[in-house]
């Protein structure tokens, strides 16, 4: 998931969620965001200070017209109130000292509220209503910061901070109840008599019969942890540092297992309403969390894409140790039309650069790394390596005419088949690397690849084409046998008219790495520089999202289930953020699983999911670069 320019790449600190169609995140530069359902927007706050708690209510009687976000920056502290219509300061009463940074908020209602000060230790209540005399109150200071309250209700709350200093409102004043020794950032209460309290490294305590119980031993995690949420008195989340997600369930609390982790970003807080519940953290990260895993975009970059249906698809990556490394897990994640769950990989830390479905329950993807190649088959509900029969050699794109034949293509102009069942070498005419192949029918195709390669399926053979382009090319797409694009380095772009390949003008000079047709009147294309063309039937288009893609994230795949819906996926918008998941015709950034503008990268989707329709630019050429323009979600 994603937002505009300036929250691309900034840190998500507080959520809360409305209803499972309605939530805000907040976070640093005075980043807002609301989620309406399908997606996360960005929506001015009026301030540039960080924001780093917010809070519409207790989660049994949440208003969506009255909430509070809170925070500070440089000793300068903030407080917003939302109406039913805008974001408005609600600063009245604030004085410093002991009003510096505010690093959480409870509200009881509109009118009454509470904010702790993460430097300072001071409480602050706010009574009255927002502009007609409303203010905060300084009622009492801790010994320490202050990280997280929560009010039982408007007689009863608890504050956590800094040392484990732990506080109990009551009789109308908050006193030290204890002191654990750890600092602790967040907690949760599930009523007067049961509550959890979470810190740093993996610390977990438990409130019940009047005393806290800690730290829960073993520990689940030696993370920190940054937020904890409570379901009910069986059901609860927390999450923390690189991306720890930790699940109780039956009294214990349990870390998700590595292939179900999606970011290894910090995680600043997370939220439920019902069984529907969010996480965000560092660099824009928004992750969906709920019982079956968590879903969101993982910090490597995206190869391929593969769409069954807009509600099934699949995306593969480079593993999440960087491309080429040969370390990391390897990157599956599995898009059901609203969110990603990473795929569960049978198979080494290899490099992914292509997948194809013949089916929602069976597909290939292909790589490798360090010479080494890579074929994985998903069936069962899982993708697993099989065979392959070379080596030397890495695989980059995969083509399936059915379920029973297919190809891949790959360096040193390698050409496999499979058919019978299994992956057999076929005779190449090239030592050139192909990086793109496709099939009109089990007869006809071409694969195209270094120096402009060229090659031509037919007659039960591969032979070499006349090119008119000596350029690298990566991708080529034929819409039936007279429509057909290949594109590739420097900013080429070939027409097929059904006799010859043509050299289209060009007016892009970056590498363009996917071509897909939906009709003779509609195609695309992306490539580095997050650059985004689209075919009118007559010219090319450059295409630029409202709001500008911090980093301008290398896109490498793009594949439409219609004229009307596509996704694009990437690479990271920032160093050690999602990959980039965009959603088209819209382009919006999608949540990871990555987010904000792009429904993150995103989309977020991430995933990176903030939309934002996108404009084209006609251009008196024949082709325009465009650059999309993201932010996370």
Known sequence: MQVQASSLTSNLNGLVMLSSSNGWAVGDGGTTLHFDGSSWSLIPSG???????????????????????????????????????????????????QAQRLASVFANSAIDAWAV???????????????????????????????????????????????????????GGWTLYTTVGT???????????????????GAIYHYSAGSWNGPVSPAATSQDLRSVFMLNQAEGWAVGA???????????????????????????????????????????????????????????????????SSTDGWIVGCSTGGCGSGSGEPVVLHWDGTSFTRGTVSGPAGDLYSVYM????????????????????????????????VSGVILRSVFMVDASDGWAVGSMGTILRYSGGSWGAVSSPTTNTLRGVYLLGSTDGWAVGDGGQLLRYSNGQWVGIGSPTGAQLNSVFLYDSSHGWAVGAGGTILHYDG?????????????????????????????DSATILQWSGFIWNSITPSYPLTGNPDLNSVFMVSPSYGLIVGAPLAPGGQGTILQLPQTNPIPEVGAIQLLLAVLLVLTLIVISKYARKPTLQSTEGGTLYHVPL
């Open 242 to 308: 690189s991306g720890t997600v930790l699940h109780f369930s039956g009294g214990v609390w349990t870390g998700l297992p590595p292939n179900l982790l999606t970011t290894n970003q910090n995680l600043n807080a997370v939220y439920f309403s019902g069984q529907t519940g969010w996480a965000v953290g560092d660099l824009g990260t928004i992750i969906s969390v709920g019982l079956q895993s968590t879903q969101g975009v993982p910090a490597a970059g995206l190869q391929s894409v593969y769409l069954s």
């Open 47 to 97: 301030t540039s200070l960080d924001l780093l708690g917010v809070s519409f209510g207790p989660s049994s009687s949440l208003n969506p017209n009255a909430g509070f976000a809170v925070g500070g920056t440089g000793g300068n502290p903030i407080a917003l109130y939302r109406s039913e219509v805008t974001w408005s300061s609600a600063v009245a009463g604030l004085t410093s000292p």
């Open 358 to 389: 013949t089916s929602p329950s069976d597909g290939w993807a292909v790589g490798g790394v360090g010479g080494n190649p890579l074929i994985l088959h998903y069936t069962g509900g899982s993708w697993v390596q099989v065979p392959t029969p």
């Open 183 to 201: 600092t602790l950032n967040s907690v949760s209460m599930l009523n007067a008599n049961e509550g959890w309290a979470v810190g740093d490294q």
């Open 117 to 171: 000060d993460s430097v300072s230790g001071a409480f602050w209540h706010w009574s009255g209503t927002v502009g007609l005399g409303g203010g905060w109150t300084l009622v009492s200071s801790a010994a320490a910061g202050l990280n997280s309250v929560w009010m039982v209700s408007v007689s009863e709350g608890w504050a956590v901070g800094v040392g484990g200093v732990i506080y109990h409102y009551a009789a």
């Open 499 to 527: 006799t010859l390949w043509v050299n289209v003008a060009q007016s892009v000079s970056t590498d363009l790495n996917s071509v897909f047709q939906t009709s003779p009147q509609q195609a695309w294309v992306v490539g």
